[in-house]
């Protein structure tokens, strides 16, 4: 008899589990924000996710680097660099990897570390095309340099 409760009661700890595990744990591992680019030289920023809502700013930059931080639909609640938030419809983002530099006179080198050649210094605000990245340096293209800059001087999808 026993056996029996202990085995039913095993049965309903194991429903539990699956429970939580299921259909709490994902809504927390999934809300992760994450970073795209946007797809287009112009760009709406919505105060709704639909069309129906106006125009908040257009964005004039082709793979900006924005966070996403919720959806609902086919729109994405994102936050720009500069803090800007709104709604922007899925198709007018990519996940092609760029970055803007987070800080003024950021050097790029020629190679993965502060004593190869420096090629040029960045501006706070530049937008960096992200080639690869390693475990603390990415491979950057500005304009018609390529060369390699620290992580933590980027904002964006590296």
Not at 19 to 30: A, D, E, H, R
Not at 51 to 74: A, E, M
Request: charged share 30%; hydrophobic share 40%.
């Amino acid at each position: 008899m026993y056996k029996r409760l202990f085995k039913k009661i095993k049965n309903i700890k194991f429903f539990y589990f699956f429970i939580l595990f299921f259909l709490i744990i994902p809504n927390f591992v999934f809300a992760e924000n994450y970073f795209l680019t946007l797809r287009n030289d112009k760009v709406n920023l919505r105060q709704g996710p639909s069309l129906d809502y106006p125009i908040k700013l257009q964005y004039k930059k082709k793979y900006l680097p924005v966070l996403v931080k919720d959806k609902s639909g086919n729109f994405r609640k994102i936050v720009d660099h500069q803090n800007n938030s709104g709604w922007i419809h899925i198709s007018q983002l990519s996940k092609k990897k760029a970055g803007i530099a987070k800080n003024e006179e950021i050097i790029v080198f020629k190679n993965p570390t502060i004593y190869s050649k420096p090629l040029v210094a960045l501006n706070k605000g530049r937008l960096c095309i992200i080639k690869k990245c390693k475990k603390e340096w990415c491979k950057i293209k500005v304009e018609k340099y390529n060369g390699w800059i620290k992580k933590n001087d980027l904002w964006g999808r590296l």
